[in-house]
């Protein structure tokens, strides 16, 4: 999966030439590094739609910004789910591996110079390590903010919404099926489409707020959410609005300098 700018502009990292990165670092830029998964999506997506979103939200926002240096650091790829393992196609990282190669990605951004890290998340697995990741680090002083790409727009997901309002992101339904169909239409088979029902150890009220961690018993085929909602002009509308909050985050923080953990506390030298 390696996508580049319609227009011709050089963001991603490995792409870079040695003087194009200094510029970059020395110009305060900012580096977005995609963090997702691959795993099941249901029948009709394909494998990799949590790691393909923050990818591409990463190369237009670096594609159109203009003011401000944005670099397009190379995809974690595999990401935290064990939970997905029941169906075909998962490949999981262990919980310590995933926060250590995050960290450790980080640290190697930051010894390069650059102070303004974004670790954009697009797998609901990974939404609570990435964090961990980034408290983690932040006791080094080394800054990588942790942000999951539809916590930028909550309120529209759900006003937008025909049949997953209220539920999130989903899993392979409304929401990442739109995505895809308007980022990837020519990877999502819609004639095999399926929406499940919810199969939960506990009554409705109750799995409202305890549910265990594991997809294949939760869903027949995987699915959270309706597919069958979905359209490419609600995916690309969402999307737009995601690369102007992306676009809001990078000028901000071009202009902001990242905290100082060891300013404060025990820490103080």
């Known amino acids: ?22 510029a970059a670092a020395e110009n305060r830029g900012v580096v977005i590094v995609p963090v997702g998964s691959v795993e099941q999506h249901g029948p009709h997506c394909p494998q990799d ?15 159109t910004i203009g003011d401000v240096p944005v670099v397009v650091a190379p995809p974690v790829t595999y990401g935290f789910t064990h939970y997905n393992m029941g169906e075909i196609g998962t490949i999981t990282l262990r919980l310590e591996t995933f926060i ?27 939404e609570q390590p990435t964090w961990a990741a980034s408290v983690k680090l932040a006791e080094e002083d080394v800054w990588a903010l942790a942000l999951t790409y539809w916590n930028m727009a909550p309120e529209e997901m759900a006003a937008w919404s025909t049949s ?13 099926t ?20 919810w199969r939960t150890k506990f009554s409705p009220a ?43 985050l990078c000028r901000e923080y071009h202009a902001e300098e990242p905290p100082r953990y060891r300013e404060f506390g025990t820490y103080c030298p």
């Open 1 to 22: 999966m390696l996508v580049r700018p319609a227009n011709g502009q050089k963001v991603l990292w490995q792409e870079m030439l040695r003087h194009e990165l200094l």
């Open 49 to 63: 739609v949590d790691i393909s979103v923050p990818y591409h939200l990463a190369i237009e926002t670096a594609a």
């Open 100 to 126: 250590d190669l995050l960290c450790d990605v980080s640290r190697g951004i930051w010894a390069n110079g650059f102070r303004r890290i974004i670790l954009l998340n697009g797998h609901g697995g990974n």
């Open 164 to 176: 997953d309002a209220g539920e999130g992101i989903g899993h392979g339904g409304e929401w990442e």
């Open 178 to 197: 739109s995505l895809q169909l308007a980022l990837r239409p020519a990877l999502v088979d819609m004639d095999r489409a399926v929406k499940d029902e």
């Open 206 to 248: 109750v799995a409202r707020y305890a549910r265990f961690p594991e997809r294949r018993r939760e869903m027949e085929h995987g699915v959270m959410g309706d597919p069958f909602a979905a359209s490419a002009d609600k995916g690309r509308r969402l999307f737009d609005l995601l690369v102007e909050r992306l676009t809001a």
